[in-house]
Structures are given as C-alpha cells and as structure tokens.
C-alpha cells in the first residue's frame, strides 16, 4: 500500500471554511450555493496540489456519549449550524458522489474519530488530513500529515511543521491539550496556561502526567498551585481528547480510489447550481477521456 495516497477531508470542517469565504452566492432561485461552490473548489485544489490516488470525506454524525458524560457541556457553546449552511449539506454530498468521492461516517460519533480509525488502518499508505482542527495534528507521523488552508495555498503538515506551528511534537500536542484545553471545544484548561507556557512545561517533564507528578518542582507558585488544582481537570481533558481509532469504519480502497467522475451528473448539478464555468468545463469533460487519465476534479 505504500504507492497509495489518501486525502481525507474533514467535511463540516471544509463546508463551515467554504460557507463563511464566499459569503452571497445564489442560483436564479435564490437558494444559497456559496458553500457548495467553495467546498469544490477547495476539494479540486487538493486534488490538484497532492494527487492522491485515493479521496474520502468524513462526516460528524452526532457527539459521543462517552464525551458527554465526562463533560456535558462538551461543544455546547457552539451556535446552531446557519440554516443557509444547513440546506447545502444535501448538495455537496451529491457532488461528491458524482465525483465518486467516498462519505464516511458513524452514527453518534466525529469525523475526528473516523479520520483516526481510517489513519489506523490504512496501513503503510500515505495518509492527507484536510481540517481545521488542532486536535488531528495529533495522527501526525512519517506517513500521515496535516493539511492547512492558508492565505498562500495549502501547506502540508508533517511532524517539523506540527512543533514550529505548537512548539510540540505531535506525540506530544495531546499534553499540551490537556494542560490548555481547547476553546473550540468548550474543554476548559488550567488557568493561565496558554500554549507558551504548556510548551515550557513539557519540555522540562515530558508529558502533562509528569507535570503533575512532579509538580512540586514548579518553581512559580501561582503556576504550581494552578497545576495542582486542576489535576482532575488535566486528566479528564486527556480522556475528551483522545482520539477513537477503533470505530467500525471500513477502509475499502477499491470504492475511494480516485477515478472519473460522473460528468453527466456534475452538469446536470451544475445546471441546478447555476456555476456556469463549472457546467461548461463538465459537459466538455463528458467526452472520453484517455485511459487511466487521473480526473481534474
């Protein structure tokens, strides 16, 4: 499996990114097609970029009750999904299908757990992880790496990019967590630890566990009684952000391998979508394509 690359896409990571950076797209109709529109281009751009030979996109299907009992207020800051945004979900799915990109997901689970399991079982193939998320810099190692929309284009995380970018190495970044929690999760941290002074913290005992063994080797006293006050807290964040690599997701290479789309059906969504450029370059593609011939979608 080593010849084989796969790029897996974050989907409500990608379709929030694309919805919120085209902020007014319609069809003649008036239904809002920004998010689609982006999420494509942004999918085609990868694509373009990395080449993989394999694609899927994974998909939160609810939050795990083992989360929520440890915390209940887990993500519960979070607004309700924009109904704008809401209404589009059916539609990029359908694209992705005309592409013959896979979905995958898990009822009562997140795609963060799925992308995991599908790193854990993907062998020796190189593994993309398309996210915004800081919590899946932690899958990264010598053959799974991140990939970060920036400004410039997409850049590719790998494990010297993960500790310029946090200061840790990825084996490390779920210590740092623990001791700094994560606001886009509502897991609260200890108080008055950014990442600053986790980094420090871990460099001089190795892990948030060996932080609170030997705390009493903290020198501050605001910092050591902090650290000692929030050991529950420390280890409870540990538990929220672990990583579940043991879901029942099948990798079936076979139905992601990256090959032509369906470009009937792409004009006939793109028609619907009102992308013109797209519709026109779809109905050029349906003629045959030379054999083996990767698509440009």
């Known amino acids: 499996m080593a ?24 069809n003649v109709r008036g239904e809002p097609t920004n998010a689609v529109f982006g999420f494509l281009k942004m999918l085609r751009k990868m694509a373009d970029d990395f080449q993989p030979s394999h694609w ?21 800051q979070r607004q309700p999904m ?5 209404v589009q979900l059916p539609a990029i799915r359908d694209v992705l299908e005309a592409l013959h990109v896979v979905s995958l997901e898990q009822p009562g689970c997140e795609a963060d757990d799925v992308i995991a399991t599908v790193c854990r079982l993907a062998g020796d193939a190189r593994v993309l992880i398309a996210t915004a ?9 010598d053959r799974v790496c991140g990939v970060r929309l ?22 490390q970044l779920l210590d740092l967590l623990c001791l700094t929690g994560d606001s886009a999760d509502n897991i609260p941290g200890v108080p008055g630890v950014g990442e600053k002074t986790a980094v420090q913290l871990l460099a001089q005992f190795g892990g948030a566990e060996a ?11 605001k910092l050591r009684a902090a650290i000692e006050q929030c ?48 519709l026109a370059e779809a109905r050029r593609q349906a003629q045959p394509s030379p054999q083996g011939q990767l698509p440009l979608c």
């Open 3 to 26: 010849d084989k690359t796969l790029l897996i896409v974050d989907g409500h990571s990608y379709a929030y990114r694309a919805f919120f950076a085209i902020p007014k797209l319609t």
């Open 56 to 76: 899927a996109v994974a998909w939160d299907a609810g939050l795990p009750e083992e989360r929520l009992k440890v915390l209940e207020t887990y993500k519960a």
């Open 82 to 86: 924009p109904d704008d945004l809401r």
């Open 133 to 141: 998320d800081k919590d899946l810099m932690q899958l990264v190692n």
């Open 150 to 171: 920036l400004p410039k284009g997409n850049v590719l995380m790998d494990r010297d990019r993960v500790r310029e970018r946090y200061g840790v190495p990825p084996e």
């Open 211 to 221: 932080v609170l063994a030997r705390s009493g080797e903290i020198t501050n006293p």
């Open 231 to 278: 050991a529950e807290r420390i280890r409870q964040n540990r538990v929220l952000m672990t990583l579940n690599a043991t879901l029942p997701v099948a990798v079936e290479w076979d139905r992601m391998r990256r090959v032509e789309p369906d470009h009937e059906r792409l004009a006939a969504l793109f028609e619907r979508f009102g992308f013109k450029s797209l």
